[in-house]
Nanobody, 112 residues
Framework: QVQVVESGGGLVQPGGFLRLSCTAS????????MGWYRQAPGKERELVAQ????????VYADSVKGRCLISRDNDKNVVYLQLLTVKQEDTAVYYC?????WGQGTQVIVSS
């Protein structure tokens, strides 16, 4: 069964650190483009970061560039999203996508 499952969301204080995990099954994360997306209340879903299957090339949204890292662990078949110095505008449901499959998302709330 092909699926991705996100984890690691929750309440984070402004300026803090966030690490999300996307565990894939039914396909290999190193053979497909994997992406993290987010959808804030009242807004459309947007790409946050993407990692390519070849040479692990990455793409980041301007809003997170310089404070975000997408990476993967091929042995664990997991893709990570790390976000530093989080801001209130990072509040959103974060989704993982790969092999045409979406996860159910994990809620991130940035608040003091």
């Amino acid at each position: 069964q092909v699926q991705v499952v996100e984890s690691g969301g929750g309440l984070v204080q402004p300026g803090g650190f966030l690490r999300l995990s996307c565990t894939a099954s039914g396909f290999s994360v190193n053979r497909h483009i994997m992406g993290w997306y987010r959808q804030a209340p009242g807004k459309e879903r947007e790409l946050v970061a993407q990692i390519r299957e070849l040479r692990s090339g990455t793409v980041y949204a301007d809003s997170v560039k310089g404070r975000c890292l997408i990476s993967r662990d091929n042995d664990k078949n997991v893709v990570y999203l790390q976000l530093l110095t989080v801001k209130q505008e990072d509040t959103a449901v974060y989704y993982c996508n790969g092999f045409g499959t979406w996860g159910q998302g994990t809620q991130v709330i940035v608040s003091s």
